[in-house]
């Protein structure tokens, strides 16, 4: 199985709020692969964040993939409002409760679905559900709050994950999340995620397109 492009999906969550539409202009300009939208709901994760109708308003500045992260519960009632307002990616969390219908919710709306775990679930709790997947989530921090410091434990999900995804021929990306940096993307890549995300690396670099090329090139020699 050949490796997969590796990708860059820049977090809003870290991103100026008073000019967000500037924002995505410019990383669409710098490179960027998808757009990572964070929602909580200060109830599955103590932090509140967008909805539907600020992903609606941004749907049609850009054509990139809208890479929707929903940290709520319950989240079936709010598949569909997410769908309709532009997400490409509809990822939640395997420590909900009805995944397979979440799952075949997601896909009856025309998106593709991805799952999340958080640092402290075993990664085992994937495995009935990774052929119904489009990307996996690896969460290198605890969810709820930007600007953490990575975590290394993770990584070895990311290694069991490509392994079993590589064996099984699975069309399924896997994506990181949580206090990427130049310094510990490579490592990253090296385990077998091909999605990088990335928020205050990106966002405070000062150069968009620069430090999205660095991350690309990251993977180790």
Known sequence: M?????????????????????????????????????????????????GPALIRSLRSLTSLPFDTHLMIDPVLPFLDPFAKAGSDHIIVHVELEGLTNLIKKIKELGKKPGLAIKPGTPVDYLFPYLSDLSVILVMTVEPGFGGQSFMDGPLDKIRTLSKIIQEKELDVDIAVDGGITLDNAPRVLEAGANVLVAGTSIFQSGDYGQMIGALKNAYPD
């Open 2 to 50: 050949q490796k997969r492009p590796i990708k860059i999906a820049p977090s809003l969550l870290a991103a100026d709020f008073s000019k967000l539409g500037h924002e995505i202009a410019m990383l669409e300009k710098a490179g960027a692969d998808w757009i990572h939208l964070d929602v909580m709901d200060g109830h599955f994760v103590p932090n509140l964040t967008m």
